[in-house]
Structure formats: C-alpha cells, structure tokens
C-alpha cells in the first residue's frame, strides 16, 4: 500500500496564515471538492485533527489554510487513489474561533473551501457520563413515534416508507423521540440509547440503521444533524442522558466511499466474499490459529456491510476523530460500541484510550455478545488478562445474566442447575470480572426475543424482571416496551416482528400508550410497577453501588441482599408456580441487624419472618435501616 509522507516545509504548500487574508481574493470550490471530514472542528482540542479530502485528482493540488493564526497543514498524507489526500492540521492553543479556509493551487487556478473552527463548550472535557445511577432506556427510532411524516421517504434515500412491512422503514424519527422524552422520565429512566441514527442508504432493511452510508450525517428519515443536537438538548433539560449506538466493526455496501475508496485496503478485501467465523475466542486463545483471528476480525458481517480495517492507520484516525466529533458536536453523554469483539482488538484498544484522553469520564458500552463468562470479563478495560491485554473498554454488555434470567424465567419445573438457580450461578462467577459496576444488565434488546414472549406473555413474570432489573448489581438497561411487556407481533419474523411500534406514535393509533389515561388494565398495571421501581432507584445509593449477598436455594426462588454499611434491601423472588415461605432465618447474618423495613412497591411498613409468604411469581422487596 502506498503510505506516501510528504513533509511540506515551503511556503508554496503550506501558507503561513495570515490575519490579513481576503477570501474574496480566492474563487469558492465549485465542486473540484466533494467531501472534508470533519465537518468542522474546536479550539483546545487534544485529539490530533486528519482532514480527509476529497475531489477528483485533489492530490495534484497543493494545500494551505488561510484566515488567522494558529491553524496550519503540517503535512499531507497521499492515499492509493489520487482522488484524495489526509491532511494533518494543527489547531493551536493560540488559535481562534471562526471561519478558516482551506486554499487549493495547481499552477494558475487555486480555490478555497470554508472550514469551521468552533469554540469549545466550556467543561466539554470534564462531562460525566452513565452509571450505576443511571436506567438506560434502549429504543428503535424507526419503531418509537414519526413526529414528522413529512420525512418518511425522502428524495436522497433509496428505501420509502413502508409500515405494514415487517422489515420496512415505518416513519419514527427524532422528533417523535423529542415529542415523548417526558413519557421516558416519567417512568424512571435516566439515559436513552437510541439505535443508529446516521444514514443507511440500503435499498432494503434500513430501518435499524447498523449498515452506516455516511458517519456524519443523521438520516434525513429521521431529520437533520441539528435536529439530533436538539434532541440531546432537550434530553438534557429532563436531566436525560444520551448515548450514541456507534459502528466501528462495519459500514454498509451503499457507503459513498464504496464507490471510490481512498486506499485498496480501507476496508478488509478478499479474492471472494468472506464472513466471519463469529469465533470470538480466537482474541483470547492460547492455542487459536492466526487463520481463525483473521477470519473473526477480518470477515464481513453479512454481505451487505463491508468490514471495515482498523489496521489502516488513516481508517482509525478517521474513526477516533469521528468519535470525538459527536461528542462535541451533540453533547453526548456516552458510547454503545456495536459487535465489539469483531473489530481488531488492538486499534479498539487504541480508539478507547483515545476517545478517553479527550474525555476522561466518559463512559463507553461494548457489545460483546459471548455466553462464556471468562470471555466477556476479557474485554472489560483493565482486566487482569493472562495474556497482558487491555481494551481500555470500560464498560460490557452482560449477556450470560441475560441468558440466566431469560432461561429462569421460563421455567415452571425447571431441573437440576436450572431456574431461579441458573441467576444464582451466573452472580457466583462475579469474580471473574474487573468491574462489576461497568456491567450493563438487560433481560431484553433489539437483537433477541423480547422477554415478554420468553415468558409467555405473563405479566408477573413481567413484574419479575422488572424488580431483577431495578435492584441487581450493574448499570440496567430496559427496552423500549418491556415496562409495559410488548410482545413480537410475530414470533416467525424474526427481528422485523419484535421490533413493533410503541402504540400512540403514530397520528391514527387507536391506543395510546405514552399517556397515562391510555394505559389501562395490564398496561396501566406493569407500568405502574415498572416506574415505582425506576423512580425508587434513582435515589438508592445501596443499589447504585451496594454489595450483593445472595442466598441459594433449589425450589425456583432466589433471595439476595443490596447492602452497605446503612442499609439493605432485601429482594425474595419467587418463580415457582407455588406460595412458597421466606426462610428468614437462614438470612441470619445479615438480616440480624436490619430494622425498619419498609415494602418498596406498596410503601408499607414490613416485617420479614418466616411465616412471611410470597405468592407464585411474586417478588418481595423491602428496604431497611442497618
């Protein structure tokens, strides 16, 4: 691969800008310049700014920047296609805000194009991020509330608006979000996550937005990149956090850089189409073949979505930056990283540490999709890894809860090892991990089956995941719905049928979910339930960052305690299809020194013994004094 380093050290390349410049003196760029990203930059940035430019033959034209001082090209970096150049621009601590331009001469003709250098927001780096404090509320744009069916089809985008289509696009998008964020505070949520939001152009699926055609810019079916910015604002005036689904991994094949890549290895190329071998362990083990990592790091997704390589150096500078943008750009408050394990784990590492050196509270979530629990523990930051290895990801998905409680729940006559005692074994192997405040707990997303239908639409077991989710240790993470137990509209289509739309979204819906007064019986019923939890949470220092004892028991019940030094809260969960009795007694260690309990769903006064019953499919939780 050609890695072409030109050092530019005449004036005739690099001019020395100039307070004094005319941009009147110099033509706008009529087209000779397709594309510069990043769109725009910050003054007191420490992440190193790479432009990447864009035109036909851009590469046989020298490059200054004009308009103050302290922003200049320190060098330019050729690719293999003529048709682009990546810029090294330093943006000094004296440098001022404004408009500075980039100039371009071939001999007589030179143009400029106009490039934003933007005030940093004052404490951008110091912003915190999500935590154990926080409820994070999963939702799909597309499937949520259309807040402007004006922009269900647009001109620019391939795929039109279909709503009766199970894998078609139905019109939700940010101001339907907008429109409905005090529903989501309402019920206790802190956080939204809203799945990819920047444009897919595929001509089929597009809806969930993980096959990305242009990583700086919003799908105009959901709106505008200043519409985005406004709803983090208006998320933020809620004392709502917002996370951003990020895709690192892969782009989809209708990227506009598919067409004309910068260099022949921008994305992972083989003599024919490759897959991966989804074999995750090779990252980790001693005895895997270079042959499988490379397939697992290297192979495509699916057809559709190119596997991008983050080995490029100019590849992950562009990712590390693009990270860095969006951030500033929109406020955020985080990152979910999706398909974590399937990009090389080395520049990962690197685009961690990266993004947290320019923000050092920032909390970033990988997707990393594995049963094994020592393999997910491997890809926690600062893991004690045999193999020396740190991601610098601070935060994991945990699926093996998910699983353990998915599998419990389901079970009226569970065997040996299985129920309510399958959970127990999973929080057993909580040594395992580094971090256990990092661990993103879920009993449902947008990937797998909705937990209302693993439990066979019951709506006790519904209050049972809730109440799992509102006090086991982590950072919990509801999907859109589940407080209400949204079920597939059907179960054979996959995840075009559980991810339904949330009923009141949509100018016509006869049920309205999102008011109060449209949520009656069992609705009315789980979200009540959902939000005295959630709300109760907020406050809940024992939750938050408490210790956990748990209890075993072979009779498809669980009981464990959230504690610290002033108080516990003692959680009895009884998934048998039995009244079954509280054996207080064995709980003596720690339950001998609680008093004043207080039921946390009913708010009454509550004393724990062990005549104390709890129905079948019932949950006790009471918080006491220590």
Known sequence: MKRLFVAILSLAVI???????????????????????????????????????????????SLSIEGGEGVSVEAIHEADNPNYIFADVKVADSAKPGTYYLVFTLGDKQFKYAYEIAARRDGSADRKSFTTADVIYLLMPDRFANGDPSNDSTDCTAEKAARDEFFGR???????????????????????????????????????????????????????NELYRDFVAAAHEKDLKVIMDVVTNH??????????????????????YTGTNVCFSTNMDPNASKYDLNLQESGWFVPSMP??????????QYFKQWAVWWIEYADLDGFRVDTYPYNEKEPMSEWCASVRAEYPSINIVGECWTSSIPQLAYWQGDNANRDGFNTNLPAIMDFPLQEAIAHALSCDHPGWGQGMTRVYDCLSHD???????????????????????????????????????ATMRGIPQIFYGDEMMFCSKDLSQGHGGLRVDFPGGWQGDKVDLFRAEGRTGMHKELFDHAQRLL??????????????????????????????????????????????????????????????????????????????????????VIEYKR
């Open 307 to 316: 596997d991008m390589n983050l080995n490029n150096p100019f590849v992950l």
């Open 170 to 224: 139905h019109g939700g998008d940010l101001q339907g979000m907008i429109d409905h964020l005090d529903y989501i505070a309402s019920l206790g949520a802190t956080t939204i996550w809203p799945t990819p939001l920047l444009l897919d152009n595929e001509p089929r699926e597009t809806y969930h937005g993980y096959a990305c055609g242009d990583y700086y810019h919003i799908d105009p079916r959901f709106g505008t």
């Open 15 to 61: 001019g020395c800008s100039s307070p004094a410049f005319d941009p009147s003196s110099i033509a706008d760029a009529q087209g000779e310049v397709a594309r510069v990203e990043p769109l725009s930059w910050w003054t007191g940035m420490k992440t190193p700014l790479q432009l990447l430019i864009g035109g036909e033959n851009i590469s046989e034209y």
């Open 535 to 620: 709300q109760w949470r907020k406050g809940k220092e024992v939750i938050h960052n408490g210790q956990t004892m748990h209890f075993m028991t072979r009779d498809n019940t669980y009981a464990y305690f959230r504690y610290n030094d002033e108080e516990a809260v003692f959680v009895y969960i009884n998934n048998s299809g039995e009244t079954k009795r509280v054996p207080w007694s064995n709980y003596a260690e720690i339950a001998a020194s609680l008093y004043d309990g207080v039921n946390v769903v009913t708010g009454e006064s509550a004393m724990v013994d062990n005549t104390t019953e709890v129905g079948p499919h019932e949950a006790l």
């Open 431 to 469: 040594f395992v991990y580094h971090d256990l405040s990092n661990m993103m707990i879920f009993v449902g997303n947008h990937d797998i089956n909705r937990i209302g239908d693993t439990i066979g639409k019951n709506p006790k077991r519904a209050k049972l995941a809730m109440t799992l989710m």
């Open 251 to 272: 782009c989809g094949v209708a990227h506009w850089w598919m067409n004309d890549m910068p260099f022949k290895d921008w994305v992972h190329v083989f003599p024919e």
